[in-house]
C-alpha cells in the first residue's frame, strides 16, 4: 500500500508541474493579459504542446532512472530501448489525432518486448514501463487526441437528447439563423446589418436573434448594442463545416 501511495503521489506530482509548465506558457504568450489574437493560436498551441511533450519525455528519463532493477547486467540496454520505446509513444502527444491502431501496435510492440524477458526480475522493469506508457496514453485521452471506439460509444450514449436539441440543433435548424451565426462569425453585427443579411424584419428577426442568444450561441455588447458569435456558437459553426467537409457529394 505505501508504495502504490507512493506512486500515485510521484504521479499526481507529474501532473500538476505539467499545469503549471503550461500556465506558464500561456502567461507568457498573453502578458498582462491581453488578448491574443486568433493569428497566434497555433503558436500557442506549439508552445503547449511542447511544455507537454517535454515533459513527458522528462517522465520517461526520470522514472527509468530510478525504479529499472539496479543490479542487472542488461539494465543499460534495457533502459536504451524502453526509452527509444516511450520517446517514439510520446511524440505522438503532438498529433492532431491519434488512431487507435497505432496504440494498439505500440502495445503490441511492448508485450513482444516483455515475452523476451529474460529473467524473473524483469517483470519489475516492464512494471514501470506499462506505468510510463498508460500515463502518456491517458494524456491522450485527457486532451482529446485519442480514444477507442468503446469511448466513442459511450460518449454517443451519453448525449443528452433534450439539452442538444435545445441548446445546438434547434437554433441553428433555420437558413436565416444559420445565415446570421456565420455572418457573427466574421465581426459583430448590429441589428440592421443583421436585417441586410437575411432579409427579415422587426419581430421576426428580432424572433430569430433571440433563440440564437437564449442558446448561447449569440451574444449582444450592451454597450453599442452589436452582436457577436459566442465561444459556443465558434464551436457549432466548427462542427457544422466539419461534417460538411467530411461527407458532402
Known amino acids: 500500500m505505501p508504495t502504490e501511495i507512493a506512486r500515485l ?7 500538476k508541474e505539467t499545469v503549471e509548465s503550461m500556465q506558464s506558457v ?19 498551441r506549439s508552445g503547449l504542446l511542447e511544455v507537454v511533450v517535454s515533459q513527458a519525455m522528462e517522465d520517461v528519463e526520470e522514472g527509468l532512472a530510478r525504479n ?3 543490479r542487472c547486467d542488461m ?12 520517446q ?9 489525432t491519434v488512431r487507435e491502431e497505432i496504440i494498439l501496435t505500440n502495445q503490441n510492440e511492448l508485450d513482444r518486448l516483455k515475452a523476451t524477458a529474460p529473467y524473473d526480475k524483469c517483470e519489475k522493469c516492464f512494471q514501470e514501463v506499462s506505468r510510463l506508457f498508460g500515463k502518456q496514453v491517458r494524456l491522450m485521452r485527457s486532451m482529446r487526441i485519442y480514444s477507442t471506439d468503446s469511448d466513442k460509444r459511450r460518449e454517443i450514449d451519453e448525449i443528452p437528447e433534450k439539452e442538444v436539441v435545445r441548446g445546438f440543433v434547434e437554433p441553428i435548424a433555420n437558413r436565416q439563423r444559420l445565415q446570421m451565426l456565420k455572418s457573427l462569425s466574421l465581426e459583430p453585427k448590429t441589428f440592421s446589418s443583421l436585417s441586410k443579411v437575411t432579409g427579415l424584419r422587426g419581430g421576426n ?13 449569440v451574444t449582444q455588447r450592451h454597450d453599442r448594442g452589436d452582436y457577436m458569435v459566442t465561444e459556443k456558437g465558434m464551436g457549432v459553426l466548427t462542427a457544422i463545416s466539419g461534417v460538411y467537409q467530411n461527407f458532402k457529394v
Request: glycine share 8%; hydrophobic share 40%; aromatic share 4%.
Open 75 to 86: 539494465r543499460e540496454p534495457c533502459r536504451a530501448t524502453f526509452a527509444t520505446f516511450l
Open 88 to 96: 517514439k509513444n510520446a511524440s505522438l502527444l503532438e498529433q492532431e
Open 68 to 70: 529499472l532493477v539496479r
Open 26 to 44: 500561456l502567461m507568457k504568450m498573453s502578458g498582462t493579459g491581453a488578448d491574443v489574437g486568433s493569428s497566434q493560436l497555433p503558436r500557442r
Open 205 to 217: 428577426l428580432l424572433f430569430h436573434i433571440q433563440k440564437l442568444v437564449d442558446s448561447g450561441l
Open 9 to 15: 503521489h510521484r504521479e499526481v506530482t507529474g501532473l
